[in-house]
């Protein structure tokens, strides 16, 4: 196992050769490579909807460290998920919260920044400790899939994350609904309650609702007002 410091340079040159090579790779190959690559300097965040790439990825790296984002916001189910993924999955669950509790949030920014300013709520409670989180790491591994939205339809397999100056990897981009449906099921993966509860994507309580007949997964996020991401994904 390669655990040596990477520069940046090296990263950028391997996010771009594997995204290359690993395009068609299984999505355990893809987080093989990863482990393999980057050892402990690699983790998957999780939003807690279900558990499917923190599966994965405890295959490849059994203790692999993954990241929840805990906004204050969750609904108690999103957290539960957490909790339960920490106590049955060979996984290290590391939970980064924001600098300000939503009580200091309110009172600097006055209450229900969510419906007023979600893009300086998302900032504050999900990039700026994400940001702060991802530091001693060289790659991060994600959920996204090409199928989720429009916004998500063109998610390199492993891709160079210019901002962070990691190496960002989605080795489920290519799968379908039916595929993560058909993983779970084979494998008992945990998933969030919500989601047979006519929620198709879990994030915060105040910016998520059930989707509807024909809309796509994440239809019920930021529902109204124009947003699509929170930010982590640009
Ligand atoms: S999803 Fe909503 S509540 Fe959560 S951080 Fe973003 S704006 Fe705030």
């Known amino acids: 196992m390669t655990t040596a410091p990477y520069t940046a340079q090296d990263l ?27 050892g402990p300097r690699f983790c998957v965040t999780s939003s807690m909807e279900d558990a499917v790439v923190s599966h994965l990825a405890s295959r490849a790296l059994p203790g692999v460290d993954v990241v929840f984002l805990d906004t204050g916001y969750h609904f108690p189910e999103t957290i539960g998920t957490r909790d339960a993924v920490a106590a049955v999955m060979d996984v290290n669950v590391i939970t980064l919260t924001p600098v300000q509790t939503v009580a200091e949030q309110d009172a600097q920014y006055g209450e229900k920044l969510h419906d007023r300013d979600p893009d300086l709520c998302c900032a504050l409670r999900k990039v700026a400790p994400l940001e702060a989180g991802l530091k001693g790491y060289d790659a991060w591994a ?40 058909a993983y779970v099921a084979e494998h008992g993966v945990l998933t969030n309650p919500l ?40």
């Open 195 to 234: 989601l047979t509860d006519g929620y198709a994507s879990v994030g915060c309580a105040p910016c998520t609702r059930r989707v509807l007949e024909g809309e796509d997964a994440r239809a019920g996020r930021w529902a109204g007002i124009g947003k699509t991401e929170c930010g982590i994904h640009q």
């Open 142 to 181: 994600t959920g996204l899939r090409r199928d989720e939205s429009p916004t998500r339809a063109n998610t390199p397999v492993v891709g160079w994350d210019a901002r962070r100056q990691k190496v960002k990897i989605a080795p489920i981009a290519r799968w379908t609904q039916e595929d993560v449906e």
């Open 12 to 38: 950028q040159q391997l996010a771009e050769q594997a995204g290359r090579d690993l395009e068609e790779a299984s999505a355990l190959d893809v987080l093989r490579w990863a482990a393999d690559t980057f």
